[in-house]
């Protein structure tokens, strides 16, 4: 079983559209969790860090639920410019990131 | 956050030949790195961690002596892919962290290599 796990997608939606995300991983002592973007072909950057409480920036809001081990990231009023791929990552007990395979989304005109 | 660059950021080579990546860390001084690949469609996978002045810690079933990690300076910090074969071929990404926030990793372009 992969450490964490995520829907390849593609996830199609036209503009406007609000689109969620899912991603469980499977080592409770996971420290931190995150999530990142990744433009084809370039390096990921970190979306924003994902705590227990919730956090909100802007259309993007991220959710953990260390009680089912599951994470979650909200895109409303999606853009065009928001098409990538959109990684689950968790920081394991040993400090080093653990990466899902990433989501696959395309915001159509 | 840091700007992180690498070099070259595309190359193209035979089998059989070694290839030289560099990673440099441009306005902070980086005591670790991490070298990462990524196969196309497929997740970043840590490769090692290279520890200024020190051996580099590899991961379970990465092999030492094919991926040479140097972590000379503060600075910089290399991987050689050694005998390349066209299973080497990869998105090759290094990232630093500071010391004082091991919090946060900060992503080279990555490298793309091509192994024919």
């Known amino acids: 079983r992969k450490e964490v796990e995520q829907d390849p997608g593609p996830f199609n939606v036209p503009e406007g559209a609000t689109v969620a995300f899912n991603c469980t991983y499977s080592?409770?002592?996971?420290?931190?969790f995150f999530w990142y973007r990744q433009d084809c072909r370039k390096e990921p950057k970190l979306l924003m860090s994902?705590?227990?409480s919730g956090n909100e920036d802007g259309r993007f809001t991220a959710q953990l639920n260390r009680a089912s081990q599951y994470i979650s990231l909200l895109i409303r009023d999606s853009k065009l410019s928001d098409s990538a791929t959109y990684l689950c990552v968790v920081r394991n007990q040993g400090g080093k990131l653990i990466f899902g395979q990433g989501t696959e989304l395309s915001v159509k005109p | 956050g840091a700007v992180v660059s690498q070099h070259p950021s595309r190359v193209i080579c035979k089998s059989g030949t070694s290839v030289k990546i560099e990673c440099r860390s441009l306005?902070?001084?980086?005591?670790?790195m991490f070298w990462y690949r990524q196969f196309p469609k497929k997740s970043l996978m840590l490769m090692a961690t290279?520890?200024?002045?020190?051996?580099?810690?590899?991961e379970q079933g990465v092999e030492k002596d094919k991926f040479l990690i140097n972590h000379a300076s503060l600075t910089l910090s290399t991987l050689t892919v050694t005998s390349a074969h066209p299973e080497d071929s990869s998105f090759y990404i290094c990232?630093?962290?500071?010391?004082?926030?091991?919090?946060?990793?900060?992503f080279g372009p990555g490298t793309r290599l091509t192994v024919l």
């Open positions: 990232s630093v962290s500071e010391a004082r926030n091991t919090d946060t990793q900060y």
């Open positions: 080592n409770s002592a996971s420290q931190s």
């Open positions: 290279s520890n200024e002045g020190s051996k580099a810690t590899y």
């Open positions: 994902v705590y227990s």
């Open positions: 306005d902070f001084q980086a005591t670790t």
